[in-house]
T-cell receptor, first 114, second 111 residues
Framework: GAGVSQSPSNKVTEKGKDVELRCDPI?????LYWYRQRLGQGLEFLIY????????KSGLPSDRFSAERTGESVSTLTIQRTQQEDSAVYLC????????????FGSGTRLTVV | AQSVTQPDIHITVSEGASLELRCNYS??????LFWYVQSPGQGLQLLLK??????LVQGIKGFEAEFKRSQSSFNLRKPSVHWSDAAEYFC?????????FGQGTELSVKP
């Protein structure tokens, strides 16, 4: 597609429920990244996929967080047993993966845990 | 470990005044450095980037930044601020294939 698409744009969930956030990268972009942005904070790196290599999961805050990506297509970020501190905007970005860090960001999913 | 520090959480400048936003990084090798802007309700937009070569880089919207290796800094500047520049600004360093961001500086512009 023309840009990075994220869905849903907004999600309200009850504490303890599981949520899935979706990211559709730009076609042909081999690298895909997930970040979390809490209110008034910077972007916190979560996970990075590059082609068929093992993902860099070094930013995942707990084992409640996981992400999958099939090939160079869609990625899903899953948060299990959501907590109120998980409330944030979750941003996805993709890049051609050629080392130039040519990120294109999506508009994000605003997650609110009540 | 790689990190980025933006010492100023919030800055207010008058329209037409000059602007400098500070950024310090920690990285062992020659860094790839970036500045992004996030306007309210908008996505992140790349302002400029530094990979190598000339240490003064020009970006969009009249912004520039200077890489100073001796100070581990990459400060963002604009000679004359416009009201539309009010936004959140993020500095980032490229490391291990991903970007590490600072906490951001919120810019307010007084009429």
């Amino acid at each position: 597609g023309a840009g990075v698409s994220q869905s849903p744009s907004n999600k309200v969930t009850e504490k303890g429920k599981d949520v899935e956030l979706r990211c559709d990268p730009i076609s042909g972009h081999t690298a895909l990244y997930w970040y979390r942005q809490r209110l008034g904070q910077g972007l916190e790196f979560l996970i990075y996929f590059q082609g068929n290599s093992a993902p860099d999961k070094s930013g995942l805050p707990s084992d409640r967080f996981s992400a999958e990506r099939t090939g160079e297509s869609v990625s899903t970020l899953t948060i299990q047993r959501t907590q109120q501190e998980d409330s944030a905007v979750y941003l996805c970005a993709s890049s051609p993966g050629t080392g130039g860090f040519g990120y294109t960001f999506g508009s994000g999913t605003r997650l609110t845990v009540v | 470990a790689q990190s980025v520090t933006q010492p100023d959480i919030h800055i207010t400048v008058s329209e037409g005044a000059s602007l400098e936003l500070r950024c310090n990084y920690s990285y062992g090798a020659t860094p790839y450095l970036f500045w992004y802007v996030q306007s309210p309700g908008q996505g992140l937009q790349l302002l400029l980037k530094y990979f190598s070569g000339d240490t003064l880089v020009q970006g969009i919207k009249g912004f520039e930044a200077e890489f100073k290796r001796s100070q581990s800094s990459f400060n963002l500047r604009k000679p004359s601020v416009h009201w539309s520049d009010a936004a959140e600004y993020f500095c980032a360093v490229g490391a291990s294939g991903k970007l590490i961001f600072g906490q951001g500086t919120e810019l307010s512009v007084k009429p």
